[in-house]
């Protein structure tokens, strides 16, 4: 059975459920799931999880992001990207070094309203469904992070008169941030494109196309491509087991003493060095969080 992590460079146009059940098909596999949400208009970086290594989908999806985005000023729209409709036009005068004063108020840990096309739940319905029917609900706002945020140098694609560079928590709509320096600049503004190039550690350089996956798939190739689960966890130090005994007890999820470990998250390899689980060692034993070898 296939199990692995593939980071599919997202083409325009597909939702995230789409590339999922896309390669559902093509692995012949139920359990797949996804780490982000991408918008439809949205490309780049989805880390797909397959098989047993859907169990790491939460560790991934709660990853700082990293985006590349069209800022388009003077247009309003009730989706706050220019798929949506229009709602307002305004003419703009706006200088570079005035968009780049006004990124500072935005960046650092904010709040956002999270717009009515979006899949955020209230009182058990999709903000989404509801705006199809023309209807607005009142929505809290949402404490998120943003980490970076700048005007990148160079002419701006058509259709945008600025690309940022965004790099933010989970949780943080994009489309919300262009929407609100809009209207910090006095113009309104709204997304104008949006590619994501990072994402739980992964980059555009770690990503395939869905043609090359199937391509793959074809030549009876495809689980070449799946990366192994614990590369979502590059960044977490490694703890090698050095008896079968310890290995049996992470194996049975028991803890294990481990007083010569710093207290922290660890990887955990058996002696053969098969990933067994990510761990956490805490006043000198090492229990496991998640659990990650073929049962």
């Known amino acids: 059975m296939a199990s692995g ?3 599919i460079d997202k083409p325009a146009g597909w939702t995230s459920m789409d590339v999922c059940a896309k390669l559902r098909g093509m692995f012949h596999e139920k359990r797949v799931g996804h780490a982000g ?3 439809p208009m949205a490309t780049g970086v989805l880390p797909v999880f397959i098989g047993r290594a859907t169990r790491a989908v939460e560790f991934a999806a709660d990853s700082d992001k990293e985006y590349i985005a069209g800022l388009k000023l003077g247009v309003v729209t009730n989706t706050q990207d220019t798929t949506g409709e229009v709602l307002e036009e305004r003419p703009v005068d706006v200088t570079r070094n005035q968009v780049r004063a006004a990124l500072a108020q935005f960046t650092g840990a904010i709040e956002q309203i999270p717009p009515m096309y979006s899949a955020v739940k209230i009182n058990g319905k999709k903000l989404y469904e509801l705006a199809r029917k023309g209807r607005e609900v ?3 706002p949402r404490p998120v992070t943003i980490r ?3 005007v990148l140098d160079g002419a701006a694609p058509e259709g945008s008169d600025f690309v940022l ?4 928590s989970k949780g943080t709509y994009v489309r919300t941030l262009c929407h609100d320096i809009g209207q910090a600049l006095g113009c309104g503004g709204c997304m104008s494109s949006l590619r994501r190039v990072k994402a739980a550690g992964f980059t555009p350089e770690d990503s395939v196309t ?3 996956v199937q391509a793959a798939v074809d030549r009876g190739e495809g689980e070449s491509l799946l990366l192994p689960v614990d590369a979502c966890f590059a960044g977490v130090p490694v703890l090698v087991l ?3 005994g310890a290995e049996k007890k992470i194996r049975n999820g028991a803890p294990l003493s481990a007083r010569d470990v710093p207290d922290g998250e660890y990887r955990v390899y058996g002696m053969d060095k098969t990933f067994l689980a990510l761990g956490r060692a805490a006043d000198g034993k090492l229990s496991t969080v998640k659990s990650f070898f073929e049962v």
Not at 165 to 168: M, P
């Open 148 to 150: 970076s945020l700048e």
């Open 5 to 7: 992590i593939i980071i």
């Open 242 to 244: 050095k008896t079968a």
């Open 138 to 140: 009142e929505r809290r």
């Open 165 to 168: 560079r965004v790099v933010c």
């Open 210 to 212: 869905l043609e090359a």
């Open 37 to 39: 949400t991408l918008d």
